[in-house]
């Protein structure tokens, strides 16, 4: 006789093998302690996460229009107009025909809709960033809600 590698329940053959008594009990424990436990109920978020845009990437803040048409044939050149320190308020914003440096995780400067990869990019003169790819809008960045968005029932 062969046996089945996989084979297939019905849904009352399914529930019939649910024994609810065999649940584990409902405990409060510290988040040190809550590593490999599941929520007992819904997890809500206070405010929006991470509550300000950001870079996935390293490379540069711009503004996706100044890259369309780029090509490693005929890139796009910008002017570099400051940089993005990590854990840091910008301080530069992103003008047309300009862009910021900026590393994974900083907070998106004002003006810049995307981020272009610094892998497509080279510092042809001091001040100067050839860009040899074109990016769309929200390339490169995640914006202030989307890794989880204000919850306000309770």
Same mark, same amino acid.
Do not use: N, Q
């Given at each position: 006789?062969?046996?089945?590698?996989?084979? !297939?329940?019905?849904?009352?053959?399914?529930?019939?093998?649910?024994?609810?008594?065999?649940?584990?009990?409902?405990?409060?424990?510290?988040?040190?302690?809550?590593?490999?436990?599941?929520?007992?109920?819904?997890?809500?978020? $206070?405010?929006?996460?991470?509550?300000?845009?950001?870079?996935?990437?390293?490379?540069?803040?711009?503004?996706?229009?100044?890259?369309?048409?780029?090509?490693?044939?005929? $890139?796009?050149?910008?002017?570099?107009?400051?940089?993005?320190?990590?854990?840091?308020?910008?301080?530069?914003?992103?003008?047309?025909?300009?862009?910021?440096?900026?590393?994974?995780?900083?907070?998106?400067?004002?003006?810049?809709?995307?981020?272009?990869?610094?892998?497509?990019?080279?510092?042809?003169? $001091?001040?100067?960033?050839?860009?040899?790819?074109?990016?769309?809008?929200?390339?490169?960045?995640?914006?202030?809600?989307?890794? !989880?968005?204000?919850?306000?029932?309770?």
């Amino acid at each position: 006789m062969t046996r089945e590698f996989f084979t !297939a329940r019905t849904v009352g053959e399914a529930l019939a093998g649910f024994r609810p008594a065999r649940r584990t009990a409902v405990e409060e424990v510290a988040l040190a302690a809550a590593l490999h436990r599941v929520p007992a109920s819904d997890v809500r978020a $206070p405010a929006a996460m991470p509550g300000f845009a950001r870079s996935t990437v390293d490379g540069y803040a711009v503004h996706a229009a100044d890259t369309y048409g780029a090509s490693e044939g005929l $890139p796009s050149y910008l002017d570099l107009a400051g940089a993005v320190r990590m854990g840091a308020a910008p301080t530069a914003t992103v003008a047309p025909g300009k862009c910021v440096a900026i590393p994974t995780g900083a907070v998106l400067p004002d003006g810049a809709d995307a981020v272009v990869m610094v892998e497509f990019t080279a510092e042809t003169m $001091p001040g100067t960033i050839e860009v040899t790819r074109p990016v769309a809008p929200g390339a490169g960045l995640v914006r202030a809600d989307e890794d !989880a968005r204000r919850v306000t029932c309770w």
